[in-house]
Nanobody, 124 residues
Framework: QVQLVESGGGLVQAGGSLRLSCEAS????????MGWFRQTPGKEREFVAG????????YYADSLKGRFTIDRANDKNTVSLHMHTLDPGDTAVYYC?????????????????WGQGTQVTVYS
């Protein structure tokens, strides 16, 4: 079992950047595929980005490609989400998630473990 703790959220002006981090505790971090999702009130949790176990392959929501980047450091048990050119539409609670299964990285049902989330608010 892995426990996930997100950090790095906050208030940022439109056009700015923010880096979210997720630290995992528990054994075998490198055996988990990792992902970031976000959610706003009244809406479904949506996929943002994912990374495979080694960090070689990454996946992005089409609407976020080019602005967001995911990477992981298996030696530090961390996964990060680098967000650039932020827009008020990016305002959400961002969640880190871990998956052991072979399901689609885009699908939230693939992920078994979730962090508590970190709030990102972008103001214009």
């Amino acid at each position: 079992q892995v426990q996930l703790v997100e950090s790095g959220g906050g208030l940022v002006q439109a056009g700015g950047s923010l880096r979210l981090s997720c630290e995992a505790s528990g054994p075998s971090f490198s055996s988990y595929r990792m992902g970031w999702f976000r959610q706003t009130p009244g809406k479904e949790r949506e996929f943002v980005a994912g990374v495979d176990r080694s960090g070689e392959y990454t996946y992005y929501a089409d609407s976020l490609k080019g602005r967001f980047t995911i990477d992981r450091a298996n030696d530090k048990n961390t996964v990060s989400l680098h967000m650039h050119t932020l827009d008020p539409g990016d305002t959400a609670v961002y969640y880190c998630a871990a998956a052991k299964s072979w399901g689609s990285p885009y699908n939230k049902e693939t992920y078994t473990y979730w962090g508590q989330g970190t709030q990102v608010t972008v103001y214009s």
